[in-house]
């Protein structure tokens, strides 16, 4: 396979581009390394720093290279921003996604993946959340990739280009050489780690009074190869002649923010310190996707489900990276 991936200098992008190098494909990387980094894209990926707002060089990269599948992660990713900015997520998101969709139809592109989000489902009737629950997004960022999902919809109806959208909730974990490495960082694994690195005094939770086992939110955590892996499985099904779908990805089970410390706390040896904050509005109880249709659909399903090998991968990455790809 030929495959282009967008924002393939980021975290979930470019553990995908590490998987296709060793499955032995063909990758073009495409990435303004806004949030991105250039040396976490794998060496032997052909890499572009282009901006998808940049419609000449969208079109340009799609020509040149003509890649067969197209893996989209490139965009604006945070719920709370997108709440305090919402035209960053309900615009770029969505016209940066068009610029492509644009170059990818008129160029022939065979199959897309649409790295998509469960946060589509703001308060779903049924856990685990599974493919036919209502679609209600949570924030802006959850509308921008609801949009993008009709719009696909329509590339395939119109066009023929099929496409599978994959929903997920928290990716974690790490590979040997690469990991999670944001500015700021928002994701709670790596935020009790850096806690374990000296980096930070204590976390904090943000609430205790939840109807949970032990008061804090449970949520999914997915390992970042798994993801890596069902992106892989989904095109190279959409290049054989698969039907388009939508797949809600997650590990099988949820587990709560005082798990994840409490695991970290194992792992490290460091004792973590932790303060209970104010709750943030809108958070739910519990949030876990359900993956039996991917399962049953196309054979995947998580290789690390276990909390613990999920931080260790990640702790090991923070150890040899404690200043993340700066250094």
């Not at 998808?52 to 992660?73: N, Q, S, Y």
């Not at 066009?159 to 909730?169: A, S």
């Not at 374990?196 to 205790?208: M, P, S, V, W, Y």
Request: charged share 20%; hydrophobic share 35%; with cysteine.
């Amino acid at each position: 396979m030929k495959i282009l991936v967008t924002g393939g200098a980021g975290y979930i992008g470019s553990i995908a581009v590490e998987r296709l190098i060793k499955a032995g494909e063909e990758v073009v990387v495409f990435d303004n390394l806004y949030q991105g980094h250039r040396d976490a894209v794998h060496p032997a990926a052909t890499f572009i720093q282009g901006d998808l707002a940049d419609k000449d060089a969208v079109e340009t990269a799609v020509a040149t290279h003509r890649p067969e599948g197209i893996m989209h992660f490139a965009s604006y990713t945070l719920v709370g921003e997108s709440m305090e900015k919402p035209f960053l997520y309900l615009r770029d998101n969505i016209v940066n996604g068009l610029n492509l969709l644009e170059s990818a139809v008129k160029h022939g592109v065979r199959g897309f993946i649409l790295s998509s989000t469960a946060n589509l489902f703001d308060d779903p009737a049924k856990m685990p959340i599974e493919e036919n629950e209502r679609i209600v997004p949570g924030s802006p960022y959850g509308e921008s990739k609801n949009i993008m999902e009709r719009y696909l919809h329509w590339m395939d109806r119109l066009y023929g280009m099929r496409y599978t959208c994959l929903r997920y909730f928290n990716a974690c974990g790490a590979t040997e050489e690469r990991g999670e490495d944001h500015d700021p960082e928002t994701h709670l694994i790596p935020l009790v780690l850096q806690v374990a690195l000296g980096q930070r005094e204590k976390i904090t939770i943000f609430g205790d009074d939840y109807q949970t086992p032990d008061g804090s939110c449970v949520r999914d955590y997915i390992h970042v190869i798994d993801l890596a892996e069902a992106h892989i499985l989904a095109m190279r099904t959409l290049l054989a002649g698969g039907p388009s779908g939508k797949y809600n990805l997650g590990n099988g089970r949820g587990y709560s923010v005082k798990e994840v410390i409490q695991t970290a706390r194992t792992v490290t040896g460091h004792p973590i310190p932790m303060v209970v904050g104010a709750r943030r509005p809108g958070d739910p109880d519990v949030l876990i996707a359900s993956s039996e249709s991917i399962n049953h659909d196309l054979g995947w399903q998580p290789h690390y489900p276990d909390l613990r090998t999920i931080i260790e991968t990640a702790w090991n990455w923070h150890l040899a990276h404690p200043d993340g790809y700066t250094a």
